[in-house]
């Protein structure tokens, strides 16, 4: 089965500009996730998706991040403009389902962002 | 905000010891509980998941889950250089959350030959 795929694994950019991430889950998986990661500390829940719905973006920062998941599959994370603090790893993660019990999530490689 | 904290660490075992990592959580309606271990530059793998009060032991890793204390614990046994990693807590919250996942900072170990 293959895993959780992200695109691109790095990403250098000024502050101000824009940057896409990608991410391709487990095929049949119906609920994504995109964290942030920022070095030495646990991944931060942005937002999750069930199915092409979003379930909790309560920790997005609305004002420069967007997501959106196509048809229920792929999604697409966008941070527009760029701030030097989002310099961080973006991890995607998928699971079959959500629910209080089990539906564990796997996490794909994820991209590093670095924002000078 | 439904927090979970880890032993700060880092940690250091020899080869061959066991490594005993600890967390606690403060959502008293979570109901299932993750390790994921990280190496670094790399993303975090799952390595066990405990559901019920209790041991659940998986070659030489054991978890260990006590809900009314809100403690959750990882046991390596015979611990191997190749162990070493942060490992990351994970709690995953109950439905007026979402089932939100919530990570620990998580604590570094290494293990010395």
């Known amino acids: 089965e293959a895993g959780v795929a992200q695109s691109p694994r790095y990403k250098i950019i000024e502050k101000r500009q824009s940057v896409a991430f990608w991410c391709n889950p487990i095929?049949?998986?119906?609920?994504l996730y995109w964290y942030q990661q920022i070095l030495g500390q646990g991944p931060k829940l942005l937002i999750q998706?069930?199915?092409?719905?979003?379930?909790?973006d309560s920790q997005l920062p609305k004002d420069r991040f967007s997501a959106e998941r196509l048809k229920g599959v792929d999604s697409t994370l966008k941070i527009q403009p760029a701030k030097l603090e989002d310099s961080a790893v973006y991890l995607c993660?998928?699971?079959?389902?959500?629910?209080?019990?089990?539906?564990?999530?796997?996490f794909g490689p994820g991209t590093r962002l670095t924002v000078t | 905000q439904k927090e979970v904290e880890q032993n700060s660490g880092p940690l250091s075992v020899p080869e061959g010891a066991i490594a005993s990592l600890n967390c606690t959580y403060s959502?008293?309606?979570?109901?299932?509980f993750f390790w994921y271990r990280q190496y670094s530059g790399k993303s975090p793998e799952l390595i066990m998941s405990?559901?019920?009060?209790g041991d659940k032991e998986d070659g030489r890793f054991t978890a260990q889950l006590n809900k009314a204390s809100q403690y959750v614990s990882l046991l390596i046994r015979d611990s191997q250089p190749s162990d070493s990693a942060t490992y990351l807590c994970?709690?995953?919250?109950?439905?007026?959350?979402?089932?939100?996942?919530?990570f620990g900072k998580g604590t570094l170990l290494t293990v010395n030959p």
């Open positions: 993660a998928s699971s079959p389902d959500r629910d209080s019990v089990g539906y564990e999530q796997y």
């Open positions: 095929s049949g998986h119906a609920t």
């Open positions: 998706f069930q199915n092409n719905g979003v379930v909790d």
């Open positions: 959502d008293r309606g979570s109901q299932s």
């Open positions: 405990i559901y019920s009060n």
């Open positions: 994970a709690v995953k919250g109950s439905r007026g959350s979402n089932y939100k996942l919530t």
